[in-house]
């Protein structure tokens, strides 16, 4: 039997089968429910084969459905990937690019910045590795990695031979206490904190010296904690104070510790590490840079936390 299918009736069992159901399908393809059934009944005439059993509770693939799903998911992504291919050719700046970064920075932006990405450069493919920084280095040495996301203290280093480190965004050091604690109105009243530890060498560490030098002999708890989402439950649980970076508190639950602004801890710094000569040579590396740089800038408020007009899935 010789089989002629129409490629265009494969995206309506495609829709059908994402859907769940005719009326879904057609909502999403915004046809009208009889239009898709039409263009059904026209596949299944041309194959000879029922491709979808109609039930009480939606639409179902039959097995011969499937096998045409999944040619159309094939021909959808051939065309995805001819599309790509033609944007050099319209001037369109296109690539992978594989970034690595850090827990609070992947959650609280990173994960936000590639949806607005694929507005503005939709050539450039981002892609996400969470690791730590020795991790991480050894991986944009051997190439695995584009650029690396790296957080210091108020006072960076230089970048090592080789590499740069662009910064796009400072954001604050808050104060973090125990549900109950005493206010701290100064720094002078620092001093009275019981401290959590932090891993020696982290930006976190390296800020909480800076921050208790002048208060003389600082007190430590026996506590300590690598992830800042251990360190909200620690405080929570009465254990100690610490300092950490406004986006770390993004997904906490703020009501179980307090919070407390001051401009005297300064800030954190951002930055993204690469080669330098990658910058220099592949338009979708600084593009992409770039944009990072503008978005952090309208993504996040004064006060380090995500404006809701940068949010993909705010609603006017």
Do not use: K
């Amino acid at each position: 039997m010789s089989i002629h299918i129409d490629p265009r009736r494969l995206a309506i069992l495609l829709a059908v089968q994402r859907e769940g159901g005719i009326v879904a399908a057609a909502d999403a393809l915004r046809l009208s429910p009889s239009a898709v059934s039409q263009q059904l009944a026209r596949l299944e005439s041309e194959t000879g084969l029922r491709v979808v059993e109609r039930t009480p509770h939606g639409a179902l693939i039959t097995p011969a459905g499937a096998v045409l799903v999944a040619g159309a998911e094939r021909i959808e992504t051939e065309l995805a990937d001819m599309v790509r291919a033609l944007h050099p050719f319209t001037g369109t700046v296109t690539g992978s690019v594989m970034m690595g970064s850090f827990q609070s920075l992947m959650g609280a932006l990173l994960l936000r910045f590639r949806h607005q990405l694929a507005a503005v450069l939709p050539g450039v493919d981002l892609r996400l590795a969470e690791v730590d920084e020795p991790q991480g280095m050894a991986e944009l040495r051997s190439g695995q990695l584009d650029l690396l996301c790296i957080e210091r203290d108020a006072r960076p280093g230089r970048a090592p031979r080789g590499y740069t480190d662009t910064p796009f965004y400072d954001e604050p050091w808050v104060l973090v206490t125990p549900p109950g604690a005493p206010r701290i109105n100064s720094p002078r009243d620092l001093a009275s904190l019981v401290w959590l530890r932090q891993p020696e060498g982290t930006a976190g560490d390296q800020a909480m010296q800076r921050i208790t030098a002048p208060l003389g002999r600082a007190q430590y708890s026996d506590y300590r904690y690598t992830s800042y989402s251990v360190a909200v439950a620690m405080i929570s649980d009465g254990m100690g104070a610490t300092v950490m970076p406004q986006l770390a508190l993004v997904d906490a639950q703020r009501g179980h510790v307090q919070v407390t602004p001051m401009p005297e801890l300064g800030v954190r710094r951002l930055f993204v590490r690469h080669r330098t000569r990658l910058a220099a040579t592949e338009p979708a590396v600084s593009q992409l840079i770039d944009q990072l740089i503008g978005w952090a800038a309208t993504a996040l408020d004064p006060q380090g936390a995500p404006t809701s007009s940068a949010d993909p899935d705010h609603r006017r």
